[in-house]
């Protein structure tokens, strides 16, 4: 099939490549001139693992070209994919003008038959936007009869796994209101799901709102074990074993219950900013996610609440180790990070970072901007040297298995605080290191290291 992608960011690419990957001949528009020249010299915009690979294959294949020449891209697909940006305007709803300029150019230069497909997290009601701005593009051309659909097949990637989400989908949610484009959406996707029938196939307002309403249950779910975390750790009970039991529930199940010093990234604090906004827009505050939203905001400060109680107020003078500035792993995405939160409130109190992260101390050092005293370290051991503690902040793997004695002698205070539980207390009270976790035991005082290495 012919497709068309409006917008190469992140959902826009990895469709593009993953649709040319399945043998479609697929052509990719932005109007950002650099950004496609790069694209076309096998320079992406964003890492993201095995992303790489798909593009220069489909590339050299002839699978898969780019454009700034929109006329081009709308003459080009049966199927139009808008993926543009939908960023947060100044009152959290979702900036719609990016997608709803695409599809005033789609109505500008289709002569026939298009498919329409939203890919954007777009608000309920955005599909009908888009039909309404194509519908008036084409009457001013004096085109008015000429047929279209729109559908919502909504994005549920996940960064650093984007591309085996992709390929390997849960679930393919596709809104549509009419028979001819079920049975095109079916025919696109009929290569993904061999195994089973994946399709989700709803109205067009249904699938708009599942979007959100998924982003603002796992935002929901992240939450809810963080504040469970706080109170197990008052409590003196155990939340990775509170996870274990509650998880190994059926109706619970295990995934996406992990506390840690809050979640971040491009998808969930802004779709649950802009769900928020659409439900209160239409009379039904959601009281449960603007909770949820709270509590998140708090979570980004038990670190630094862990410093000062550890450090006192004042921390001139100090130089804290940080490890982790993406907002996940496999990432150079810093959007949102807790770790820009913690590195501001540190610096802001007097203390010297030092950095390290395997893919995002660019972005890192692009967000932060001139923030004073911030130091990024080329190895994550190079970052703990004259260090007063090390901070935890996202998971990756490297930091998973240090060698717990040059971590020892490296520090200048043995303190570990993690945010995101990722070691066993008993070991680094074996190896002599004071450690702070969430919602669980800490391990305090300096503990005489057991030589655990001989
Ligand atoms: C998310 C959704 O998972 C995806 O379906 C949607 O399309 C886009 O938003 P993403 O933002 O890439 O994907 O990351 P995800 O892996 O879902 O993690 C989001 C945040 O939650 C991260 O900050 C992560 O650290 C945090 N998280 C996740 C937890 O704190 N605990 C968990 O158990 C899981």
């Known amino acids: 099939m012919k497709l068309t992608i409006v917008g190469t960011g992140y959902v826009g690419l990895v469709t593009g490549a993953c649709f040319a990957e399945m043998g479609n001949d697929v052509l990719c528009v932005d109007l950002d001139a650099g950004k496609i020249?790069?694209?076309?010299?096998?320079?992406?915009?964003?890492?993201?693992?095995?992303?790489?690979?798909?593009?220069?294959?489909?590339?050299?294949e002839g699978r898969l070209h780019f454009t700034t020449d929109v006329r081009e891209g709308v003459r080009f697909g049966t199927m139009q994919f808008i993926a543009v940006g939908t960023p947060p305007g100044e009152d959290g709803s979702a900036d719609m003008q990016h997608v709803l300029a695409a599809a005033r150019a789609i109505g500008r230069h289709m002569n026939d038959y298009k498919l329409v497909i939203d890919k954007s997290t777009v608000p309920v009601g955005t599909a009908d936007a888009v039909q309404a701005e194509i519908a008036a593009a084409l009457a001013e051309r004096g085109m008015a009869k000429v047929p279209f659909s729109v559908v919502s097949n909504p994005e549920f990637l996940k960064e650093g796994a984007a591309v085996e989400d992709f390929m390997r989908p849960d679930r393919i949610v596709v809104g549509v209101d009419d028979e001819r484009a079920a049975l095109l959406m079916r025919a696109l996707y009929a290569p993904f799901q061999r195994q089973r029938d994946k399709?989700?196939?709803?109205?067009?307002?249904?699938?708009?709102?599942?979007?959100?309403?998924?982003?603002?249950?796992?935002?929901?779910?992240?939450?809810?074990?963080?504040?469970?975390?706080?109170?197990?750790?008052?409590?003196?009970?155990?939340?990775?074993?509170?996870?274990?039991?509650?998880?190994?529930?059926?109706r619970i199940g295990p995934q996406f219950l992990y506390a840690g010093c809050g979640y971040g990234g491009s998808c969930f604090p802004k779709d649950v900013k802009a769900l928020l906004r659409s439900a209160a827009e239409v009379g039904e505050p959601l009281?449960?996610?603007?909770?949820?939203?709270?509590?998140?905001?708090?979570?980004?400060?038990?670190?630094?609440?862990?410093?000062?109680?550890?450090?006192?107020?004042?921390?001139?003078?100090?130089?804290?180790?940080?490890?982790?500035?993406?907002f996940k792993p496999d990432t150079d995405d810093v959007r949102e990070a807790p770790s820009l939160v913690v590195v501001r409130e540190l610096l802001a109190?007097?203390?010297?970072?030092?950095?390290?992260?395997?893919?995002?101390?660019?972005?890192?050092?692009?967000?932060?901007?001139?923030?004073?005293?911030?130091?990024?370290?080329?190895?994550?051991?190079?970052?703990?040297?004259?260090?007063?503690?090390?901070?935890?902040?996202?998971?990756?793997?490297?930091?998973?298995?240090?060698?717990?004695?040059?971590?020892?002698?490296?520090?200048?205070?043995?303190?570990?605080?993690?945010?995101?539980?990722?070691?066993?207390?008993e070991l680094l009270r074996g190896y002599g290191i004071e450690y702070h976790p969430l919602g669980r035991?800490?391990?305090?005082?300096?503990?005489?290291?057991?030589?655990?290495?001989?």
């Open 37 to 60: 020249e790069r694209l076309r010299q096998g320079e992406l915009p964003i890492f993201e693992p095995g992303l790489k690979e798909i593009v220069l294959r489909n590339v050299a």
């Open 199 to 250: 399709l989700v196939v709803m109205d067009v307002r249904s699938a708009e709102l599942t979007k959100y309403a998924a982003n603002a249950m796992l935002a929901t779910r992240i939450s809810f074990m963080n504040e469970m975390a706080l109170v197990a750790e008052k409590l003196g009970a155990d939340i990775e074993q509170v996870r274990r039991g509650i998880g190994s529930d059926a």
């Open 287 to 326: 009281h449960v996610l603007s909770a949820v939203e709270r509590a998140n905001e708090r979570q980004k400060h038990v670190l630094v609440d862990r410093v000062l109680r550890r450090f006192g107020p004042d921390l001139s003078g100090l130089r804290f180790a940080l490890w982790g500035l993406a």
């Open 349 to 425: 109190r007097g203390a010297r970072v030092v950095a390290h992260d395997p893919e995002a101390m660019e972005r890192a050092r692009e967000a932060l901007g001139a923030a004073g005293a911030i130091e990024y370290a080329d190895a994550p051991m190079a970052a703990l040297e004259r260090a007063d503690a090390l901070i935890v902040v996202t998971e990756w793997k490297a930091y998973r298995a240090p060698d717990f004695d040059r971590v020892r002698t490296l520090l200048r205070q043995p303190v570990v605080i993690d945010g995101r539980n990722l070691y066993d207390g």
């Open 441 to 454: 035991a800490p391990v305090l005082g300096t503990p005489a290291p057991l030589a655990l290495a001989a």
